[in-house]
């Protein structure tokens, strides 16, 4: 299934004395963009929050390509690239809307725990959800169900 890019519009304050896009923001965007499409997918991080179900950022990584700067947008893509049922992770794409000049790129990981902070597998818990994650899943750590 495909997912639609998340557009942000650069704000005045993201940028810096040099009037480009302060690099942390980057890193921003990407939550903004994961945050969507997690919620394209049907399983917000409100609708996991309350089924008790959290998913805490592992790792991050950004290479910045071109400078963004005010007022400016940008698309951003993102693809869910693996999935394990305990774990997945994320590519981002961020490019300038007007011209499609790649801005930055980069990768995310998280995984699923209970409000405890234990880890659990969205394959035992909610299986619902996993066939979501797996029908978007680029590389699986399970096969994917028949869906013949």
């Not at 993102?78 to 790129?105: H, P, Q």
Request: hydrophobic share 35%; aromatic share 12%; charged share 25%.
């Amino acid at each position: 299934m495909a997912l639609v890019p998340y557009t942000h519009k650069v704000q005045y304050y993201e940028t810096d004395t040099m009037k480009i896009v302060h690099h942390s923001n980057y890193i921003r965007w990407f939550e903004e963009a994961r945050v969507d499409m997690l919620e394209q997918m049907g399983i917000g991080y409100d609708v996991m929050e309350k089924a008790g179900i959290l998913s805490p950022v592992l790792s991050v990584r950004c290479e910045y390509k071109s400078m963004t700067r005010f007022p400016e947008q940008v698309n951003i893509t993102v693809r869910l690239v693996r999935y394990t049922g305990v774990k997945f992770e994320i590519a981002y794409e961020i490019r300038g809307a007007e011209d499609g000049t790649l801005r930055a790129a980069g990768e995310s990981a998280h995984c699923f725990i209970d409000g405890g902070g234990k880890p659990i597998s969205l394959r035992r818990r909610f299986p619902e959800w996993d066939k979501v994650f797996l029908s978007y899943a680029e590389n699986t750590a399970h096969p994917q169900p028949d869906r013949s």
